[in-house]
């Protein structure tokens, strides 16, 4: 199979436009470490949306290309594209920011926009501190950096740069911020997204990643996702007509001759009495269409019910990314999940009765948790280790400390109550947990780096970055 992915990557890339001949060209930097061969969505999307309205797009990942900053700088300047746009997260700024600085010493004359979850929420910083990015894209990319390429090659009919909503850029030496420009409010306006790269995660045994909603409904104080779509007017999560998403799905199942899928949704589902009619609605077109697929999903505690998974699980369900966040009442409060231990506890013991496998995540601390809200959290991890986590494909992933994002709003709150001992676009921010608590965190550290020394191979925990990952695989089972 991997043998007719090559193929057909091949006999694509003969039918591609010509890198001498492309207006765009979208950059996805790589992060410090790739665990897995993916997608990016955005990009892909960007440029889907690009072509369809006939603007010359290529793409550039990385990560999936595995070239260097300078190869990748070369790749550019052999391309000469009008306008270079280059994606961005927290993990991918530091490569990003190397190419601009090598275009920038090599002589590159085109125009560098930015655009993500990073430039949006420091767009002033970047336009002040990097002289050779021209634009930044805040929000949803697509119309806007549609709107700016026409502007840019100049062609009929194109708005003026001021009236660009969601654009950022400088005018006379001052950083001019336009109005956000308001959420996409159909979804069916975007085209399916460019599958360039869909033969080499395929071959690397990876699954390809649909989206079948965007945004999230939900009002996590952590979560940047909330900043992101706050940002902007409409409906903070919107979904693709089950028609349009079902022929995504068909198209790829014939194209690259698989059936799964990973829905790479903020949120996939809706809590309440709509949530069943939704889910409904597309495994009924599944099944009127025969398609048989296996998917995986990104959802929260609150989404769960029996009678919704069982439907999921009917058409292919088969793994559930599960937000819990902590166990801890008055974390959740501080999280404004909206949301109880109770229910979370229900979601795990609900989709370990329907054999549905789960990855689960957890925060244990932050600024305010104290040793005994940290050590009942120890607890109830323990205990749903040996009861529910028993299966090597579900794990619950333990983050030690609550991480910062700019765009969140708990940014906000620790940034007004001072609580903030680092806080700088480029390295991040941090703060101080509660003396105990990170006393016993750092304990835990210890105790992992002796596990590891103690029981490799066997061991039952493995560190990933800064994420702490349980493995829920029982001891005497890896060992039999």
Known sequence: ?????????????QEEIKLSDIDVLLINPAPPRVDRVAEHLGIASLKAFLLSRGIETETLDMSIEQVSVSETVDQILAAQPRIVGVSMLDDTKDSGFSVIRQLSTRGFGGKIVLGGYFPTFASKDILRDFPDVDFVVRG?????????????????GAKPIEQIEGLSYRHDGQIVENPSRPLIADLDILPPVDRKYAPQVLSAGQYLSVFATRGCWGSCSFCDIVGLYGISKGKRWRRRSVERLVDELEDLAHRFNTRHFIFNDDQFLVKGNS???LVDEFASELERRNLKIEFELMCRADTVNRKV?????????????LGLESFDEKQLQRMNKRISVRQNLKAVITLYKLKIDVIASVILADAYTKLWDLLLQFTILYILRKRYFNSEHSKISVNKKLEVYRGSPVYQEYKRKGILTKDHYLTGCDYKLKFWTNLRLKMLSLEEGAARFLFRPKMNSTRVGDEFQLNMTPLKQKQA
């Open 1 to 13: 199979m991997a043998n007719e992915f090559i193929g057909r990557n091949e006999l694509a890339a």
């Open 140 to 156: 949803e990319g697509e119309i806007t950096l549609f709107e700016l390429v026409e502007f840019e090659l100049g062609k009929d």
């Open 275 to 277: 949530a069943y009619r």
């Open 309 to 321: 998974m069982q439907r999921l699980k009917d058409i292919g369900l088969k793994r559930v990314f």
